[in-house]
């Protein structure tokens, strides 16, 4: 092969290359805009609806505020609203302890972490109705608790605590226990090596472990249908309303619009401070 | 409190800065320290010098207080018994390899962080930090994020930040691991010269020669969990008493040998039929017949044309040249097997027969086995 064949030969190869890099992020950029659509026009479209007249039409029109006008009228989700936050606070609040106290030990094991971090992620994968009757079977049949607020947080719990964990490691994995070592070494006790190094290098892993706790918490249904006992939480009281088909229906539209904005609002707040950690 | 540029303004002490005795540290089944012993002087600055799992490290983290060791009959730092004392309860401070700053922590908060704990004042705190970093030539970056600093202005906060607390002994582990060949010799000399200026006790732990012979009032050689020896640089650059310090020290040149007489120091060995004519490194002289290895250094080797053999010399073939550029590595095959010459000028051709010779107090000649 003479060099003027060869170099050709390799121009060709670069244009078919660039052509298949150009196809390449064509069908990225349309996955992207399909799967975001696909995600993000329901929600859209409930908020569209939510200020419709006649919303259950399934078309918007003759545009209104009178439902979310409703909402303070008719004031039935309030209570289930104040006993939701609740039950998020408190799940947010241990997702935050225990993931702490789990994250900042696991990345440091030498033998075990692998079986471990699977053992504590498996409830992801596990159906949240089998969870439910899990729970239900086990601690109120067999060891009688009563069904309500507490079973209630302890089901979101053991949803939550799985994705809290994650958030946590994602910081805890990169922390660097030599500093521990250094503040020691500078004559600093256990307890302000925890305070004065960990505590301020985890912040944004506890932050982020307490939003996912809340936010799971907020809006669980399935694990909480079997557990609630004659407690109401938010997303019982509208899945209920809605399968009801009631007249009151269409303030379920404003109030899970509200929720929507509410909960993505939290999620890329988290999600924006866990980043900037990881990065510095 | 002592001023830091006069450490032992407000202290007498008799006592050695460190006195650690009979020091062992497993690892299940891995020696890391076996009966390893050693006492430091107040302000001198000691080199623990290895390979990599010479345990090295190992010691200078029982000194430190990061690991417990198996069994240590004494372990002293300034006159306290500080077995069962963790590191935070030890008058000793690190530099470490990796620096360990606080990222999250600007310059001037790093270097304070051990006055914060001993519960010293702010307007205290911010004096004596900023007299370490003018000390460390950095005066300027009190208010800088360690993120900002280069890899050379990171090993200075580190040091100030060690010594801001007046230790008794600072431990420096590999200081100049992570910085490039050019600092690395400036701040050889500047460690040193701080060294000096404080009268602080200094150990450091390298596997650098170069370093251990540019830095140490004394170097300890450790190999496989034991110090070998324990000397003055010259002594073990010139004098080396086992076999490993000598080749450890670029000694490429090591013969065993039978010893044939003695007379004082001066030790005649046979090697291969060959006498080797150098000094006894060890203590004691040697018995006659006994086994002995003999170690020349290539850069005091003389190669001259023949037929001028000089009376401790050899003859030998050129192999080959390795152009070093200060000096030229020739490898020639004698009759006690192949011996490399650093040459400056002159470098023979292949094949050509020369002369190999040095002077007897350039050859050390030491026992083989256990380290005295």
């Given amino acids: 092969m003479t060099a003027a064949t060869f170099d050709n030969f390799a121009h060709r190869a670069a244009r078919r290359e660039a052509r298949l890099i ?8 349309i996955a992207g805009f399909g799967i975001t659509t696909l995600i993000y026009a329901p929600v859209v479209w409930l908020g569209v609806l939510s200020i419709s007249s006649d919303p259950l039409a399934g078309l918007p029109g003759s545009f209104t505020l009178g439902w979310y006008y ?58 949240g109705i089998v969870v439910g009757i899990d729970v239900f079977i086990y601690y109120k049949m067999f060891l009688t608790l009563k069904m309500g607020i507490w079973s209630l947080i302890l089901v979101h719990f053991i949803w939550a605590f799985p994705f809290a964990l994650i958030g946590m490691l994602v910081v805890s994995s990169r922390f660097d226990v030599r500093l521990l070592e250094a503040a020691a070494d500078l004559g600093a006790s256990p307890w302000r090596r925890f305070w004065d190094i960990e505590r301020p290098l985890l912040t944004s892993g506890v932050v982020t472990a307490g939003m996912f706790g809340f936010l799971l918490s907020l809006t669980e249904l399935p694990r909480s249908i079997f557990v609630a006992g004659h407690t109401q939480t938010l997303p019982l009281f509208t899945w209920a309303e809605t399968m009801s088909r009631g007249s009151h229906v269409s303030l379920i539209y404003c109030l899970n619009t509200i929720i929507a904005i509410v909960s993505i609002a939290l999620s890329v707040l988290s999600v924006w401070l866990l980043g900037r950690r990881v990065k510095s | 409190m002592a001023n830091i540029l006069h450490p032992q303004a407000s202290v007498e002490f008799s006592c050695p800065a460190l006195e650690a005795i009979d020091i062992v540290h497993r690892y299940g089944s891995v020696t890391a320290l076996d009966h390893v012993s050693l006492a430091v002087e107040e302000g001198e600055f000691v080199t623990i010098l290895g390979p990599s799992g010479s345990g090295k490290t190992t010691l200078l983290r029982v000194i430190g207080g990061f690991e417990t060791p198996t069994s240590a009959g004494r372990l002293d730092i300034a006159g306290v018994d500080v077995r069962g004392l963790p590191a935070n309860h ?45 000390l460390v030539r950095l005066s300027d970056k009190y208010n800088r994020q360690v993120h900002q600093l280069s890899g050379g202005e990171k090993q200075r906060v580190a040091f100030a930040r060690a010594l801001v607390t007046e230790p008794r002994i600072l431990l420096l582990d590999e200081p100049m691991g992570a910085l490039d060949e050019k600092l690395r010799r400036e701040m050889q000399v500047e460690i040193r010269a701080l060294q000096r200026e404080l009268k602080a006790t200094f150990i450091q732990v390298t596997h650098s020669q170069e370093e251990a012979l540019t830095m140490s009032d004394r170097i300890a050689v450790m190999n496989r969990g034991r110090i070998e020896q324990l000397g003055t640089p010259a002594e073990i650059f010139d004098r080396p008493a086992t076999r490993f310090v000598a080749s450890f020290m670029g000694m490429t040149n090591i013969y065993d040998g039978t010893v044939r007489a003695v007379d004082g120091k001066t030790v005649r060995l046979d090697v291969a039929g060959h006498i080797l004519c150098g000094l006894w490194t060890g203590p004691n002289s040697p018995l006659i017949g006994s086994r002995a290895f003999a170690a020349i250094h290539p850069q005091r080797v003389a190669i001259n044309p023949l037929p001028d053999g000089g009376s401790f010399g050899l003859r030998g073939q050129v192999q080959s040249a390795a152009y070093r550029g200060a000096h030229t590595d020739i490898v020639l095959e004698t009759a006690i097997g192949d011996f490399t010459a650093s040459v400056g000028g002159f470098a023979p051709v292949g094949g050509t027969e020369v002369a190999v010779s040095w002077h007897p107090e350039d050859c050390a000649i030491g026992a083989i086995g256990e380290a005295t």
């Fill in chain 2, 90 to 134: 030890r008058e000793v401070a690190t530099v470490f390899q990796h620096y360990a700053l606080f990222p999250h922590m600007t310059v001037g908060q790093n270097v304070e962080y051990g006055l914060k704990v001993r519960g010293v004042m702010p307007a205290g705190r911010r004096r004596q930090a900023e007299e370490a970093l003018r």
């Fill in chain 1, 70 to 127: 409703g909402l303070f009228t008719d004031t039935r989700w309030l209570h289930p609203l104040i006993v939701s936050l609740e039950i998020a606070v408190a799940v947010s609040t241990l997702c935050m302890i225990s993931a702490t106290l789990v994250g900042r030990v696991l990345p440091r094991l030498k033998r075990g972490r692998a079986p471990l971090l699977a053992a504590f992620l498996l409830p992801l994968v596990v159906p």
């Fill in chain 1, 22 to 29: 150009g196809i390449a992020i064509w069908l990225t950029l």
